[in-house]
């Protein structure tokens, strides 16, 4: 029954005029209620950090403790939750006929419970990624840093180097996309031999008499394996989907459609669904796709 009321109320507020900057506290109480983009719009120029902490006068309102969203993110106060609803309710494509796709609410109070893995050290705002990342690796990248790369066997980078498993390379090439993988196996000491031994060949010719003929060296049967260099998305898409079942998409709500005509929260989650439907991508068109039904 007080709900029922409480929302009687909600929607009897929300046809009066509000001013956030002058009622913080009552803004994002609606906000966290209601679905009013003109007040989203308003909420959401607002600067959660100069609020004044323990005023206000809603059921939602103690803004110093954390709430866990429905998104699996946690949000250190019901201004920051507020704000996020709001953007999620402003999403274009999370806008159909009228009909929210994807609904945050607060799941409960305090921090999500659901294990999550920590974030990646050095990595604001995607900082630490290789600027040419760009669509679906992006958000792969973001979930493959995070992996423990326990298990797998050595490959060799084209850099020449040895990487403990596909996991660790798939890293590496995160933060340089020149990086691909060579073959599998380790690179061999061959490698640098051959190197050293070119280097010092051209250094005694250019410093031998031109009338001394030179001798080519003997052939040399090489021990590593043919270069079998990967694709990008190969190293990517492969290293996700073997470790898909260990990958929690808690990045909030991006709504995107995809090509089997079903909307996502977010890219992760659409890279995860590919896992299993090989070819599924981004419908640049979201009218493409349909409501899920209840």
């Not at 459609?257 to 079903?262: F, R």
């Amino acid at each position: 029954m007080q709900t029922v009321w409480f929302l009687a109320f909600v929607k009897i507020a929300l046809a009066v005029t509000h001013n956030c900057h002058k009622d913080p506290p009552f803004c994002i109480d609606l906000a966290i209620h209601g679905v009013d983009s003109a007040l989203c719009r308003e909420l959401l120029a607002l600067d959660c950090s100069h609020l004044h902490h323990g005023g206000g006068g809603g059921q939602h309102m103690d803004s110093t403790q954390p709430v866990c969203g429905t998104d699996g993110v946690s949000y250190p106060h019901h201004c920051e939750f507020a704000k996020e609803r709001c953007r999620v309710i402003l999403q274009t494509n999370n806008n159909v006929n009228g009909q929210q796709v994807f609904k945050l609410d607060i799941a409960h109070d305090g921090v999500c419970t659901l294990a999550t893995a920590a974030p990646i050290p050095n990595c604001v705002n995607n900082s630490c990624l290789d600027p040419s990342l760009s669509g679906p690796a992006v958000q792969q990248c973001l979930q493959i840093l995070k992996l423990p790369c326990t298990t797998g066997s050595a490959v060799c980078g084209t850099d020449g180097k040895t990487y403990t498993h596909d996991c660790d390379l798939a890293k590496a090439h995160c933060l340089n996309v020149n990086l691909t993988k060579a073959h599998d196996g380790t690179c061999g000491v061959s490698t640098q031999q051959t190197s050293q031994t070119t280097q010092a060949s051209t250094n005694a010719s250019s410093t031998s008499p031109s009338s001394v003929p030179t001798t080519p060296p003997p052939p040399t049967t090489s021990t590593l394996p043919p270069t079998t260099t990967m694709s990008v998305t190969d190293i990517l898409v492969t290293v996700f989907c073997q470790n898909v079942d260990s990958i929690s998409c808690n990045t909030g709500f991006n709504v995107i459609c995809g090509s089997d005509g079903t909307y996502y929260p977010n890219e992760c989650e659409l890279s995860k669904e590919s896992c299993k439907q090989k070819g599924l991508h981004i419908m640049p068109d979201a009218s493409s796709c349909t409501v899920p039904s209840g």
